[in-house]
């Protein structure tokens, strides 16, 4: 009896375990499930946090822009001067002559020098059109002077194509009040304003130019003095290699 009754309590203790570790797998299954399939959708997350792109937030645009220069005057020079004719030529590198804007020559007008600016003003014009800028493309014409006591500039501007971004120096918010882990708003500013000064040519930000034509005279000779050349003797003493 005694022997019966142990026999029968070892049977319900295992159905009991089998029933346990039935009811185990499955949940081990789905938390498994559930962990893979987290790992599975990791890349379609979103964070927030990423910073933004500057170029985004300081994008460089093509427009029109006024290219101006002011030349300092003295009361009692007569005529332009060889620092202002360097400086001018200078100015005048950008100009474009293909587009011809009008080149704009400011006199002052009420000032201590008004008698020097309009002559070295007249220079100023006729140097421009030994540079290449067309006569009729020249306008000169006076401002009025802040004072009379004091010499005012010469003022040479022209309206020219360039690539260029807005102003940098934008601080809306204090960086130690904000716990956002995004960068700051002029992040980025001075490069892009960088980049866009070095472009000599914008039209190059909006597309690849034209290929130029081959010079076939000029390659048909470079291929024939290359095959007469043959191999120096200096070369094959020199060479670890025996042809």
């Known amino acids: 009896m005694f022997q019966s009754a142990l026999k029968a309590r070892a049977i319900a203790t295992t159905m009991r375990l089998a029933r346990l570790h039935h ?3 499955p949940v081990l299954a789905v938390a498994v499930a559930a962990l893979l399939a987290g790992c599975a959708q990791r890349d379609s997350i979103t964070v927030g946090a990423i910073p933004d792109d500057y170029r985004t937030n300081h994008p460089i645009v093509i427009a029109e822009k006024n290219q101006k220069i002011d030349l300092p005057v003295g009361a009692g020079d007569r005529g332009m ?7 001018l030529l200078g100015f005048l590198d950008g100009y474009d002559k293909s587009a011809a804007p009008t080149l704009t020559i400011q ?6 020098n008004e008698v020097a600016a309009t002559a070295a003003g007249r220079d100023f014009a006729r140097l421009a ?6 006569r009729n493309r020249i306008v000169v014409t006076s401002y009025q002077a ?5 010499s005012a500039p010469v003022r040479v501007s022209y309206i020219a194509v360039r690539a260029q971004t807005d102003k940098c120096g934008r601080w809306p918010a204090d960086l130690v009040d904000t716990s956002e882990n995004k960068h700051y708003a002029d992040f980025g500013c ?3 304003n960088n980049l866009a000064a070095q472009m000599a040519n914008p039209a190059d930000l909006l597309g690849p130019r034209k290929p130029s034509t081959i010079d076939a005279e000029n390659r048909g000779a470079v291929i024939d003095i290359y095959r007469k050349r043959g191999i120096s ?3 094959l003493g020199n060479s670890e290699v025996t042809y």
């Open 146 to 150: 802040g004072s009379s006591e004091t």
């Open 190 to 192: 001075s490069y892009q």
């Open 23 to 25: 009811r185990t797998v």
């Open 233 to 235: 003797d200096e070369f």
């Open 81 to 87: 001067t060889g620092s202002q004719r360097d400086t």
């Open 129 to 134: 059109v030994a540079a290449g800028v067309k």
């Open 107 to 112: 006199v002052p007008s009420g000032s201590a």
